[in-house]
């Protein structure tokens, strides 16, 4: 799997947008790009997928660079409850393996 | 909407102690998986399995062991517990189609603490 970079932490005011970023410059042509976070000390919550293309669903959206060695999440209201550790993790038919990921702290 | 469940929540064992950590889900996914989480740090795979019966080694499998008699069950033991394996454990579980690696859903952890 490629290994993937990513600030260890950020701030976010709340209702702005969170664009998170993440490095994979390794990446396969095969690998998808995913992005779960962790609230607290809860279990990881699935956020979205892509492999190419941009995708949004209703808590995301993933922008994906044409040349794939990099990607952004973006939460596009951020709230205080979005305040978690983000993992961007690239993967093809492999179990997630989890770095220290992004942390995000919106702010009031 | 049940998805995974853990059980149990919390757990004190002392140090020799074995304990089986369960975990069930009610979405026919193939896919299981045990993870650990040591403070401040991220998820590590202990083992996994691709389906009833079938059983692999994660990063960190030494000290624990699984089975997959069932698709919906994943049991994690624990025969001589040690310290170093105080943590939070999750299991989580996915399908997989043919075109692309579905997205693994976690239960909400056991908590365990080995003194």
């Known amino acids: 799997d490629a290994k993937t970079t990513q600030p260890p932490s950020m701030d976010c005011a709340e209702g702005r947008a969170a664009n998170l970023p993440c490095n994979h410059s390794?990446?396969?042509?095969?690998?998808?790009v995913y992005w779960y976070r962790q609230i607290h000390s809860q279990g990881p919550q699935y956020i979205i997928h892509g492999l190419k293309n941009n995708e949004t669903n209703e808590m995301a959206s993933l922008i994906i660079t044409e040349d794939r060695k990099s990607s952004t999440l973006i939460l596009p209201h951020a709230t205080l409850r979005d305040t978690a550790v983000y993992y961007c993790i690239v993967r093809l038919n492999t179990p997630l393996v989890f770095g220290k990921g992004t942390r995000l702290s919106v702010i009031a | 909407n049940a998805g995974v469940t853990q059980t149990p929540k919390f757990r004190i064992l002392k140090i020799g102690q074995s304990m089986t950590l369960q975990c069930a889900q009610d979405m026919n996914h193939n896919y299981m998986y045990w993870y650990r989480q040591d403070p401040g740090m991220g998820l590590k795979l202990i083992y996994y399995?691709?389906?009833?019966?079938?059983?692999d080694k994660g990063e960190v499998p030494n000290g624990y062991n699984v089975s997959r008699s069932t698709t919906e069950d994943f049991p994690l033991r624990l025969e001589l517990a040690a310290p170093s394996q105080t943590s939070v454990y999750f299991c989580?579980?996915?399908?997989?189609?043919?075109?692309?690696?579905?997205?693994?859903?976690f239960g909400d952890g056991t908590r365990l603490s080995i003194l």
């Open positions: 989580a579980s996915s399908s997989s189609t043919g075109r692309s690696n579905q997205p693994q859903h």
């Open positions: 399995s691709v389906g009833a019966g079938i059983t």
């Open positions: 390794t990446i396969s042509g095969n690998e998808y």
